[in-house]
């Protein structure tokens, strides 16, 4: 990503003791808690967030009397192909699941979380853990949810849902190097062929000033009409495969309130939820100083906040690695590829403290385009909207 601290640099700013927690967790009757960390105060009862307040802005962001993380079964019986179609009536069989008492899963000073229980059928259940961590050095937080989920369900389509005080016509959905945005409302018949959409690792429903994103690591169909989020979990076809999705999942999603429209705040945060931060025991005194010297390429911090660094790798056809399919190329190259995540015109500057000779901008195939001007270890880049733009270094 482009500026900002990087995680080493937060978690160093982190700081909890014994007297002074980050993070509490009140019982405020059977089965029902009060989750709190600087940012954000959450209320759970019976598995669901019946209050979701944002401290910085004194708003809450469940609707009076809703519910969020609300699971809901459904009928799924399409008329054609069952482990592809999806039709628009499963909708009219909307059914709430009822969860069991929330108890303690964890209460330490950094994080704190709930567990809850909740019967599908004789043959399935979920296990689901609300965590709220410590809010670091003024980064925004999240509410993040994971569940275990013993699935084994004929023709049934298990969702959560996320009701949401936010008012938009339109809700916006990642994609690989973009966003997709679709209508909330079924004014058309068109607008309601729109009722399921593909959702890589965030939704967002945004007004002006504000907005929430639902953040996921490994599920893709999602749906907002009105202000109802809802994230699709898993089905149950049996044709062409009786036992497809059959036995136990682990999913994990996290809601993020955010002020102002969809911005780099989510995209960022959206990476992270999908590669946390992994700590590792360095094998000698070299690996610990590269890693904590920082990435040997990166987006400097002047640079545009919608671009994200996504692809560092070597090049294709480099004479060392080539399986041959291709002519081979004389020495070594390092490959990176940028994009504009969020829509406009995209500038900044990469450094790098490898050593290279030369940097040229290519196609995707690795062609060769144009010489980029490289001085001093850096060269600037200028993306159009969504654009997606090769870069190969030539290592000297």
């Not at 980050?22 to 600087?38: C, I, P, R, Y």
């Not at 499963?90 to 209460?107: A, F, I, S, Y």
């Not at 495969?241 to 911005?263: K, V, Y």
Request: aromatic share 8%.
């Amino acid at each position: 990503m482009a500026c900002g601290d990087g995680p080493f640099l937060r978690l160093r700013k982190f700081k909890a003791t014994e007297e002074r927690p980050e993070v509490t967790l009140q019982k405020l009757s059977d089965g029902a808690f009060v989750l709190e960390n600087s940012q954000l105060k959450i209320e759970v009862k019976a598995g669901c967030i019946t209050s979701l307040m944002d401290k910085s802005v004194d708003r809450e962001l469940i609707p009076k009397g809703q519910k969020a993380n609300q699971y809901v079964i459904f009928d799924d019986k399409p008329l054609y192909w069952q482990a592809w179609d999806v039709e628009v009536y499963h909708l009219d069989t909307r059914k709430e699941l009822p969860c069991g008492e929330t108890m303690v899963h964890e209460e330490k000073n950094h994080r704190v979380s709930v567990v809850t229980k909740t019967k599908i059928s004789d043959k399935s259940h979920i296990e689901t853990i609300i965590s709220l961590s410590a809010a670091v050095g003024g980064d925004q937080s999240w509410v993040e949810v994971s569940s275990k989920v013993v699935w084994n369900e004929t023709m049934k389509f298990l969702k959560v849902e996320f009701p949401i005080d936010v008012r938009s016509t339109e809700a916006s959905y990642e994609t690989q190097f973009g966003v997709v945005r679709r209508p909330t409302h079924y004014n058309t018949s068109w607008d309601m062929a729109k009722f399921e959409v593909c959702c890589h690792k965030f939704a967002d429903l945004s007004e002006h000033g504000y907005g929430v994103s639902i953040l996921n690591d490994s599920k893709y169909g999602f749906a907002t009409t009105g202000n109802l989020m809802r994230l699709s979990l898993l089905r149950s076809p049996k044709a062409p495969d009786a036992n497809a999705d059959m036995g136990t999942h682990h999913i994990r999603w996290a809601i993020l309130p955010h002020q102002g429209s969809l911005g780099h705040t989510t995209v960022r945060k959206a990476y992270e939820f999908n590669s946390p931060l992994r700590l590792v025991s360095p094998a000698s005194p070299a690996v610990r100083d590269a890693v904590f010297a920082g990435p040997p390429v990166k987006l400097t911090s002047d640079s545009d906040t919608a671009l994200v660094l996504d692809t560092v790798k070597r090049g294709e056809d480099d004479e060392d690695v080539s399986r041959g399919e291709l002519p081979k190329k004389k020495g070594q190259s390092i490959v990176i590829r940028i994009f504009d995540s969020l829509g406009g015109r995209a500038r900044g500057t990469v450094a790098t403290t490898w050593d290279v000779s030369k940097v040229t901008k290519t196609n995707l195939l690795e062609d060769d385009i144009e010489d980029a001007v490289f001085k001093d270890g850096k060269f600037a880049v200028d993306l159009k909207p969504f654009e997606v733009a090769t870069y190969k270094l030539q290592l000297a």
